[in-house]
Every structure is written in structure tokens, then in C-alpha cells.
């Protein structure tokens, strides 16, 4: 997204025709990012709360965009919010769980994991990812969560904590247990 942004704003140090269609594709681009994920018994109350805070920024935006335009001009004003993308970017690796591939009903363990064990497991991904993909040693292993172990109905806890991994036979996937 904040490439995006970026897009935009350099957009207006062109002039002419590439100037108005450098800015229409970054707000495109930036406009196509969409992503929910709730579970059932939340999903009315989370999209309207979403769409409501969506909505609130926009009028966030329209306020102090004039104001950031013409203190920092257009280039400023989108860098400026091209980096407040970049910081939600950071927020969200450390305290987004990832949801793809999950049932319904296992969004709800992954949500129950604690923030901290997920922001450290986030980062050991981020160095599994530079450690394999950028500086392509092949040896890494690619970092599992282990989860707490669970009571069951009459107060037993498992006994091997359960492990969570984005990878299986192979493919991606998402519970080991």
C-alpha cells in the first residue's frame, strides 16, 4: 500500500498525460487492497466496525490533506502517508495472525494465541524469509509456533503442546497437530 501511495505521489512531478495516469493507477492500485476475515458469530458486528473506521479515516484524510498539501506539497503529503502505511505494515506482521487457508474454526485457535508469542514468531519468519529467500540458504528451516497446551471439557490438558506451521508434504498449509 505504501508503494502504492508512493506511486501517487511522485505522479505529480510529471507533467501533462503521464502525471494524471501515474496518479489514477497508484490510487487504483492503492484502492484494490481489500481483506476481511471474521469469524461467524462476529462478522456483522466486525465489518460494520470496519467499514465504520473506514470511513472515519477517509474523513481524517479529506481533513488534513489540504492542509499536508500545501505545507508539504502533493509528493510530501502522499510520502507522508506512504509512511504511515509502512508503520501499519510493521504493526501488522507483529500482531496479525496470518488466516489463509483456515476454517472458520480454526481462526478461532489462531486468535487465541498471545499477541507476544505471535510478534516473536512473526519475526522469526521475517529471518527465515531474508535467510532463505534473500540470501538463499537453503539449509533454514522454516520456523513453528507451538501453542499452549489446552484444558478439555473436564479440566485435562493435552499432553504435547500443538504446533502450528505454514508448511506441509510440501505445500503450504496450516495446522500440524
Request: charged content about 20%.
Amino acid at each position: 500500500m505504501a508503494v502504492f501511495q508512493l506511486l501517487t505521489g511522485l505522479g505529480f512531478l510529471l507533467d501533462g498525460k503521464g502525471q494524471l495516469a501515474m496518479v489514477m493507477v497508484g490510487m487504483y492500485l492503492f484502492s484494490l487492497y481489500s481483506a476481511e476475515s471474521m469469524p461467524l458469530y462476529v462478522r456483522d458486528v466486525g465489518m460494520s466496525m470496519a467499514t465504520a473506521l473506514t470511513w472515519f479515516f477517509n474523513f481524517l484524510l479529506a481533513v488534513t490533506f489540504p492542509k499536508f498539501q500545501d505545507a508539504f506539497h502533493n509528493t510530501g503529503a502522499f510520502g507522508y502517508y506512504a509512511a504511515w502505511c509502512v508503520v501499519g505494515w510493521v504493526l501488522i506482521l507483529l500482531f496479525v495472525p496470518e488466516t489463509k487457508d483456515l476454517t472458520l474454526e480454526q481462526l478461532d485457535a489462531r486468535f487465541s494465541i498471545p499477541s507476544k508469542s505471535h510478534a516473536k514468531f512473526a519475526l522469526k519468519q521475517c529471518l527465515f524469509v531474508i535467510r532463505h529467500y534473500v540470501l538463499r540458504r537453503q539449509h533454514v528451516k522454516r520456523p513453528i509456533m507451538e501453542l499452549p497446551p489446552q484444558e478439555d471439557d473436564y479440566g485435562h490438558q493435552e499432553a504435547e503442546p500443538r504446533k502450528i506451521s505454514l508448511e506441509k508434504d510440501g505445500r503450504t498449509t496450516a495446522f500440524v497437530d
